[in-house]
């Protein structure tokens, strides 16, 4: 596993929708099988809001944060 993908595995473990980390592990796992990956797609569709809405919060408690890496 890429240094990047365990960083984002272990944020999403401790920040994200509890379903979230398993699946994009999952993911990760299963990218190149079209059957296999087809599942973690059609989790996504089917959450989709719920994740834009976690986003969104995550975005709105970050602001400032976020706001000064834009502007670097």
């Not at 719920?50 to 976020?66: E, F, P, V, Y």
Request: charged share 30%; net charge negative.
């Amino acid at each position: 596993m890429a240094a990047a993908d365990a960083a984002t595995l272990a944020a999403l473990q401790n920040a994200a929708l509890k379903e979230c980390a398993s699946w994009y592990e999952r993911g990760m796992r299963d990218w190149r099988d079209l059957s296999r990956i087809a599942e973690v797609d059609s989790w996504m569709r089917a959450n989709e809001g719920a994740a834009k809405g976690w986003l969104l919060t995550l975005a709105r408690n970050n602001r400032d944060a976020l706001l000064e890496l834009a502007a670097e």
